[in-house]
């Protein structure tokens, strides 16, 4: 007796197995009661493993083929910004910038950069900054960052 109930009986060089109107045909002595039609032959057993693996593939590709055809993207210019250091945390590995042409200030991600690029940041110099800004945030993800020059006041200070 098989798994489940289903009994396979070997008839000559042809394997068969027992449907479950033939499981059911059992009596109280467990006989089996086999007719013709209760037999399925392992042929129709793999012909529906291979029709399931057909219909599944078949799905997946109309799947793939539906992800594939999304527009492509155009590729944006890198954005380059100068201006002022305010903060660098490096906890974070963010860093807070006043543009040199006098909007507020914006916040840099510099997790792609090797910190030894920003460690003598104290703040007040002067930096160019190259990267994108992340979707949908308003913040800029550097891929190089420049120290042009320590910042210096156009005025001097008063004592």
Known sequence: MAR???VA???GT???RLSRSAQEGYNSSRQVVVTPESVE???DVYRRRVWRVVLVGLFLAILASEASSQPRTV???PLVIDGRVLWVDFGSQTMALAPANGTPAITIDLRRLPQ???TGFR???YVRVVGYILRPSRRVQAFELYLV?????MEPQSP
Not at 149 to 153: D, G, K, N, Q, S
């Open 116 to 118: 030894s690029e920003y």
């Open 14 to 16: 042809r394997h068969t």
């Open 75 to 77: 590729p944006e210019p």
């Open 149 to 153: 020059t320590p910042w210096y006041p």
């Open 123 to 125: 703040g007040n110099e």
């Open 41 to 43: 032959t392992m042929g």
């Open 4 to 6: 489940g109930g289903a």
């Open 9 to 11: 009986l070997r008839g």
